[in-house]
């Protein structure tokens, strides 16, 4: 039975319905018909919580807390030998030590497969096996693009008195009253 260890980036994204997200929900979806098993090192489950509460609220956080572990995921503590295999990877292969302890799981677990959306882990590839989400698209559409104003002008940049809460910029970049 295959083991998916998931990174915060691979929930987060099945969170926000982002690339990957329909992966994730398939791995989530297999792990709740017993065919293979999901779990989450305690460090990423803390920054999903992190990440959730500083976007949307405490409230939130707790809610989507709950709804995760109502899905069985299987939150692996940290103990002594696998933050000393987190640290030795962390210097290896030059990846945030929180990151280092996702791959130490999948490293250390037969059959397992460490799923991140962070291209960043591309230099841990040879200490477990490693499945990437696609990257995140910056325009959905092409008309997301041409909808978009950019605040740019040519030539030097004067305003008339009192735009911008009554300061004006002159030539050299330096504010004026």
């Known amino acids: 039975m295959v083991t998916y260890i998931l990174d915060?980036?691979?929930i987060l994204r099945y969170l926000d319905d982002d690339a990957g997200a329909a992966r994730v929900a398939e791995i989530i979806k297999s792990h709740l018909a017993g065919t293979s098993e999901a779990v989450i090192a305690a460090l990423h489950w803390g920054e999903i919580a992190g990440v959730t509460c500083k976007a949307h609220g405490r409230q939130s956080?707790?809610?989507v807390?709950?709804?995760l572990s109502a899905f069985g995921i299987r939150v692996v503590p940290a103990d002594r030998d696998q933050a000393v295999s987190a640290a030795l990877i962390k210097l290896k292969r030059l990846i945030p030590y929180v990151d280092a302890f996702g791959i130490a799981l999948?490293?250390?677990a037969r059959d397992s497969v460490f799923v991140t959306a962070d291209f960043?882990?591309?230099?841990a590839s040879g200490d477990a096996k490693i499945e990437f989400l696609?990257?995140?698209?910056l325009f959905k559409t092409s008309e997301s693009f041409s909808a978009c104003s950019f605040p740019y002008r040519s030539g030097p940049s004067r305003e008339k008195p009192g735009a911008r809460g009554g300061r004006r910029r002159v030539r050299g970049g330096r504010w004026r009253p």
Not at 120 to 123: A, L, N, Q, T, V
Request: glycine residues 0%; hydrophobic residues 50%; without cysteine.
């Open 65 to 67: 807390l709950s709804r």
């Open 134 to 137: 696609p990257a995140k698209t």
């Open 8 to 10: 915060a980036s691979a």
């Open 61 to 63: 956080m707790d809610l």
């Open 106 to 108: 999948a490293a250390a």
């Open 120 to 123: 960043d882990f591309k230099p």
